[in-house]
């Protein structure tokens, strides 16, 4: 077992009639980078606050580094880099003015890291934040978090804004800040990033984890599509692990069928559909994101 | 003029999307016009009284404030010599507001963008924008015109008057739409119209009060050369908009030598590095209320200059008032130094009044921060949020002692010059201390309000403006003491120059405002970050 440098179990948080986090549950070992997907307004951005102490909880556990956030925060965030969804720099600083300040922040700076990264970002230090695009803007707050010597970053959707190039350059730096050992909690409401980024992934919806594990483990439990037609009726009843069976027969009467079934399944049911004699046999194989969309559009708790 | 088309829409939408700013502005200049309209009309009754108008002006003073306005013996020259002021700077400033609102705002906010890519011309939006904002000066002037009329001006020095208003606007329309394209961010097209408006009222009052040509670059000074209840002349009125013209054209020139969401200006760079003392949180907090400071201070040193400048107008005026002489006797000389003094305690209380605005602001302003996201990120470093309350409370705090003094030493010298006998610097610096106390009050307001009711700090203001108005409109309306000690500006003590504070008051308010504090720090670390 790693060391879980963060664990939350059973948040809770409500503002007024909205209930934000209902029950959530997120943890992150030392050394991973953890996927945290989920759709708009679900309340991601209302869990890392509350990790870092800047909103308090109404109920659940939280553990940051092992101490309690709200009340540790200072110390606490002495090896944490925080990266807010959307932030309005300082407009009448530079580009570089807000990265020293913003790092100043964060911990302490590696130097020539931060010249590496602001180079590579394609950033120029010298122009008013104000005169940024926002893609630029975020470049900013992204470089003096990655420049900074930190055991945990913490990024709230942080490609927002990033043209193609740029997001791999991102995904290049993270990869190298992993390689270093640096953990990241990374929040996004896109599944490309975070399957391209991330070790462990937890996918939340309105406030509630629905699933979360490696992305072997959450393939795994996402199931194929088969779809078969076969001369007889299939016997399916001897199959286990195959769900949302729907059966018909086409004009030259052979048997229409459609299911999802487990992994472990597809053996025993390509089986069974071969005893009754297959004219036709598709099997889509499980995607992430069957599994997300399913999360996304799957119906309220 | 090819690349308009489409202008029809734009002036449909520069309209739908502004016409609750536009009738504000219209309705608020002619509303201006009425009050003073009325209350002038019931005080100069006949026209003895409006000939006895010009001489209780004092001199001067006077045209510094309001340039010369001619025709002072008639209803219609009093008028616009009391709507002066307004006058000055309500024109300017709504032909800002309005034309850089359809210009360089929609345009920074990508808005423009988008409609250009439409079957919109190049050009339209900013003839739209002139369009509208031309249309909205010009009925305000017809409206104030009209009003003047109304209560008995003569009429065609009011269509002319009305009409001088109009051009005065539309040079600044101009201004506005060249501004728009010289700069690239609005932020900026309004610190040049602010800058220019200033800068133009200043040169007409010089202009008038040595007579001589500075009056002449200034369309303040043109819109007086009309002289409209005076022996009226159109040429001036034809000077401005003649201006106003060369200005709108000069704003399509540079219109069509730019790109669309780029200025003429390019944006200045500078150090891609901070500096030692921006990393510290005390540095930066500076660096972001320095701006504020110095533009109040720079409004408090102009305002108490001003005032203290009038203090030989003072003591004339309620010498030669015979009422007030004959009640005097003998010993007048003295007794009207006394009620100087008294005057002078209002200007203090006014520039308390003006500090305690700075300081609502200012704390007011780390809303803004809470807003932007940065407070997120400074309070995800190891910093506290007492520490980081107590730096911008700190830096604020000192930033309106810095105003307070500025201020009052602008208050205190001018009046020294004006008189020119003793040293009033001392006794208005001791009067501003007094005062102090009534200002902390609204730290601690803003402050608790912070902490606990952030969404809630209009109401700030609003104590503010409540406590500004018993204390300035009490005494004279009579109200019970309770009351006006219940505005902190009172409270302090009556008549700060002559009597001093008032022990109990300052002991009181002392308290509230430390209570107020304290309060404010609990809630704020208490509270969830950010309240939207
Ligand atoms: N300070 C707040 N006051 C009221 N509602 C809030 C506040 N913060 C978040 N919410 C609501 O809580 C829900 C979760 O928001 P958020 O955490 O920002 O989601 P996400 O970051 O996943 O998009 C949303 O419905 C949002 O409107
Ligand atoms: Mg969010």
């Not at chain 2, 939408?13 to 609750?20: D, E, P």
């Not at chain 2, 009038?310 to 030669?320: K, R, S, W, Y």
């Not at chain 2, 912070?450 to 700090?457: A, D, I, S």
């Amino acid at each position: 077992m790693t060391e879980q440098l963060v664990e939350i179990t059973g948040l809770r948080k409500r503002f007024g009639r909205v209930q934000a986090l209902d029950g959530l549950d997120l943890s992150v070992g030392r050394g991973e980078v953890h996927g945290f997907l989920g759709p708009n307004g679900s309340g991601k951005s209302t869990t890392l606050r509350i990790l870092l102490g800047l909103t308090r909880a109404d109920g659940g556990v939280v553990r940051l580094f092992g101490g309690d956030p709200w009340k540790d925060a200072v110390e606490l965030h002495g090896s944490l880099a925080y990266v807010p969804g959307d932030v309005t720099l300082w407009p009448g600083l530079t580009g570089g003015q807000c990265i020293d300040v913003l790092a100043r922040a964060h911990g302490r700076v590696d130097e020539r890291r931060r010249a590496d990264l602001v180079d590579r970002f394609d950033l120029d230090p010298t122009r008013r934040s104000r005169d940024y695009s926002k893609g630029n803007r975020q470049k900013v707050s992204l470089v003096a978090a990655l420049a900074t010597d930190v055991e945990l970053l913490v990024l709230d959707e942080p490609t927002a804004g990033l043209d193609p190039l740029m997001e791999e350059v991102f995904q290049q730096v993270v990869h190298e800040r992993r390689a270093e050992g640096t953990t990241v909690l990374l929040s996004s409401h896109l599944l490309g990033e975070v399957e391209a980024l991330a070790d462990r992934v937890s996918i939340i919806r309105s406030g509630r984890t629905v699933t979360t594990g490696t992305l072997t483990e959450l393939r795994r439990h996402t199931r194929s599509a088969v779809r078969a037609v076969t001369v007889r009726p299939p016997d399916l009843d001897r199959v286990a692990g195959i769900q949302d069976v729907r059966t018909g027969t086409d004009d030259e009467g052979r048997t229409d069928v459609h299911a999802s079934c487990e992994p472990d399944a597809v053996g025993a049911l390509v089986g069974a559909l071969h005893d009754a004699g297959i004219h036709t046999l598709t099997v889509t194989p499980p995607s992430l994101d069957d599994l997300f969309l399913e999360a996304y559009a799957g119906p309220d708790r | 003029m090819t690349g308009t088309h489409g202008v029809g829409t734009m002036t449909g939408i520069a309209l739908r999307t502004g016409w609750k700013v536009l009738v504000t502005w219209v309705l608020a200049m002619v509303g201006v016009m009425a009050v003073t309209g009325s209350s002038i009309g019931a005080l100069y009754d006949t026209p003895e009284k409006i000939r006895g108008y010009a001489a209780s002006l004092g001199g001067d003073a006077m045209a510094v404030l309001n340039g010369r306005v001619a025709g002072l013996d008639t209803l219609g020259g009093v008028l616009a010599n009391e709507f002066g002021f307004v006058l000055s700077f309500g024109m300017p400033l709504m032909a800002v507001a309005l034309t850089s609102r359809a210009t360089r705002r929609d345009e920074e906010a990508g808005r423009l963008e988008l409609l250009l890519a439409a079957r919109i011309g190049r050009r339209a939006p900013l003839l739209a924008a002139v369009l509208v904002s031309s249309g909205a000066v010009l009925l305000t002037g017809l409206g104030c015109g009209a009003v003047m009329a109304a209560f008995g001006a003569d009429a065609a020095g009011s269509l002319l008057y009305g009409l001088g208003i109009a051009a005065l606007g539309f040079v600044f329309v101009g201004v506005t739409a060249v501004a728009a394209q010289v700069v690239e961010h609005n932020r900026q097209v309004w610190v040049v119209g602010i800058a220019l408006t200033a800068l133009l009222y200043l040169l007409r009052g010089l202009g008038a009060l040595e007579r001589n040509a500075l009056l002449w670059l200034s369309p303040h000074g043109w819109v007086d050369e009309v002289r409209a209840f005076g022996e009226p002349r159109v040429w001036p009125l034809m000077l401005a908009l003649g201006v106003g013209l060369a200005l709108v054209a000069l704003a399509f020139w540079f219109l069509d030598r730019r790109d669309v969401g780029s200025a003429l200006l390019r944006p200045r760079r500078s150090v891609p590095r901070a500096s030692a003392a921006l990393r510290t949180p005390l540095g930066l907090a500076v660096r972001q209320h320095r701006g504020a400071v110095l533009g109040w201070a720079v409004v408090a040193a102009a305002l108490m200059g001003v005032y203290g400048s009038l203090a030989q107008e003072i003591i004339d005026v309620i010498l030669d008032n015979p009422a007030l002489g004959g009640f005097l006797g003998a010993d007048a000389e003295g007794l009207a130094e006394d009620l100087l003094r008294t005057v002078m305690s209002t200007f203090v209380m006014m520039l308390a009044m003006l500090v305690a605005a700075f300081v609502v602001a200012g704390i007011g302003s780390l809303r803004e921060e809470e807003r932007a996201g940065r407070l997120e990120v400074d309070l995800s470093a190891q910093r506290s949020r007492h520490s980081w309350l107590g730096v911008h409370v700190l830096v604020v705090t000192a930033g309106a002692l810095v105003v307070g003094l500025v201020g009052a030493l602008a208050l205190g010298g001018s009046t020294s010059a004006a008189l020119g006998e003793r040293d009033w610097v001392g006794d208005v610096l001791s009067g501003a201390l007094v005062q102090v106390p009534a200002v902390l009050v609204f730290v601690g307001l803003a402050v608790a309000l912070l902490g606990w009711w952030p969404r809630g700090h209009l109401l700030a203001w609003g104590v503010l403006a409540v406590g500004a108005l018993l204390a300035y409109l009490g005494p004279g309306f009579d109200l019970p003491d309770v009351l006006l000690d219940a505005s902190p500006f009172i409270a302090v003590g009556q008549d700060v120059l002559a009597d001093g504070a008032s022990t109990p008051g300052t002991l009181v308010l002392l308290s509230v405002g430390l209570v107020l504090t304290v309060t404010g720090f609990v809630g704020f670390r208490r509270r969830d970050v950010p309240v939207p």
